[in-house]
């Protein structure tokens, strides 16, 4: 069984839904398409809009960090989770939509997918190459969560994103959901996006450090 859905279903009006099925341990997959709005109810701020992005409901830069549904859901230690970015790295996906398929229990996958509401600046059409930026720079993370490696001895999880490599800001400015607070609230804007970037960076020592700890 696998359901679909986005992240205003995943991290908000469905998550209680969610965090039951996964937590029953049976063979249930979900997908989780992460536009880090309410796409398809007009651009609204959601738990997974990130710190500084401007929505509707968050006209000033939404002030607190994305909820982290993989973190949440890891923490049941019998969930596969993986985070995912096509246009970055089309083996690690399959690679995570396998496992997650084989794996005899609850399993989330969460990809990276921009829209129409993340206004960026060079067209929908270059979709994959925006992911491609998103994983580089450090604002969106790769990793695999498999407990069946626990029985082989191996370690569970896998950090499948390189250290960022810079340009963070660049890629900020290229969407124009964080452009658009530079002219409105200049500011506000720098504070804001220090943030971002500093969560960001948080996130990947936190996942580094998860390597070891499973290890």
């Not at 998550?15 to 063979?27: L, P, R, T, Y």
């Not at 500084?52 to 409901?57: P, R």
């Not at 990809?111 to 059409?125: N, T, V």
């Not at 001895?153 to 950090?159: A, D, I, S």
């Amino acid at each position: 069984i696998w359901a679909i859905g986005g992240d205003g279903w995943a991290y908000d009006i469905g998550f209680g839904g969610i965090d039951h099925v996964m937590s029953q341990n049976q063979d249930v997959n979900l997908l989780v398409l992460d536009t880090e709005v309410y796409s398809n109810t007009g651009g609204q701020s959601s738990k997974a809009t990130p710190t500084a992005a401007v929505a509707k409901f968050a006209s000033g830069g939404k002030h607190i960090a994305k909820k982290d549904l993989g973190a949440i859901l890891m923490n049941y230690g019998y969930v596969y989770v993986a985070q995912v970015a096509i246009g970055y790295d089309q083996a690690q996906t399959l690679k995570a939509i396998r496992e997650a398929e084989e794996y005899p229990g609850p399993s989330i996958i969460i990809a990276y997918c921009p829209c129409l509401e993340q206004h960026i600046k060079a067209g929908m059409s270059c979709t994959q190459t925006e992911m491609k930026k998103a994983v580089e720079c450090g604002y969106w993370n790769l990793f695999r969560f498999n407990p069946a490696l626990k029985a082989e001895g191996k370690n569970p999880f896998t950090l499948d994103s390189k250290a960022p490599a810079g340009g963070y800001q660049e890629f900020l400015m290229n969407e124009a959901r964080y452009s658009s607070l530079t002219r409105a609230f200049p500011e506000r804007a720098k504070e804001l996006f220090a943030q971002n970037e500093e969560a960001a960076k948080e996130r990947y020592e936190h996942l580094t450090r998860l390597v070891e700890l499973y290890k």
